[in-house]
């Protein structure tokens, strides 16, 4: 059974802080996706990784994918309320599967 | 152009009573997944269609859970009957090629209360 971690579960830091979260396997995946939900709403997506040790930046958020394709990071820069919610990664082996994911609160 | 798009938003009803969940991918898109959230087990596959056929229903709980995909633009999910423990938010998806590599453009979910 193939498992993505996430961690920390919960993070709650204020305005202006930088944070990592984190996306962790102990398999291979051929790609990455990390997603964002808000309440009440499905997630959607914010990047594909699909090559070992690929960074992508998107605004202030910078995502990592492994070397060896089995874990991945989400760096945040200078938080702000507006990026509340919860990240999601997704990998998929033979399926895709999602991790729990990390719901992070930005406080003003 | 509409996203997916589904409903009810939510449902309350009691236990042992059949629910049925539906789902409108966004047009032109060939996969339709359902996928169940909780914040014990978070977001659990289901089942998932490629051109209206199932492909992979392993993630169905039991039999009491049934989906239908009889054409490019419908799906329904059925539980019947239903039990407290069902009660979560259940999202559609759809997606132009294999979730690997496209994007999964997700509803905005059917909140289900057992009961």
């Known amino acids: 059974t193939q498992l993505l971690e996430q961690s920390p579960q919960f993070l709650s830091i204020q305005e202006g802080e930088n944070l990592t979260v984190y996306c962790n396997s102990s398999?291979?995946?051929?790609?990455l996706q990390w997603y964002r939900q808000e309440p009440g709403e499905g997630p959607v997506l914010l990047v594909t990784?699909?090559?070992?040790?690929e960074v992508k930046k998107l605004k202030r958020l910078t995502f990592q994918f492994g070397d060896a394709r089995k874990d991945s990071s989400l760096h945040i820069t200078a938080a702000q309320p507006g990026d509340t919610g919860l990240y999601l990664c997704a990998g998929d082996a033979d399926k895709i599967i999602f991790g729990k994911g990390t719901r992070l609160h930005i406080l003003p | 152009d509409a996203g997916v798009i589904q409903s009810p938003r939510h449902e309350v009803t009691e236990m042992g009573q059949e629910v049925t969940l539906r789902c409108k991918p966004i047009s032109g898109h060939d996969y339709l997944f359902w996928y169940r959230q909780t914040m014990m087990r978070g977001l659990e596959l289901l089942i998932y269609f490629n051109n209206n056929v199932p492909i992979d229903d392993s993630g169905m709980p039991e039999d009491r859970f049934s989906a239908k995909m009889p054409n490019a633009s419908f799906s329904t999910l059925k539980i019947q009957p239903s039990e407290p423990r069902d009660s979560a938010v259940y999202f559609c998806?759809?997606?132009?090629?294999?979730?690997?590599?496209?994007?999964?453009?997700f509803g905005e979910g059917s909140r289900l209360t057992v009961l």
């Open positions: 398999s291979v995946f051929s790609s």
């Open positions: 998806a759809s997606s132009r090629q294999g979730a690997d590599t496209g994007e999964l453009f």
């Open positions: 990784v699909v090559t070992g040790g």
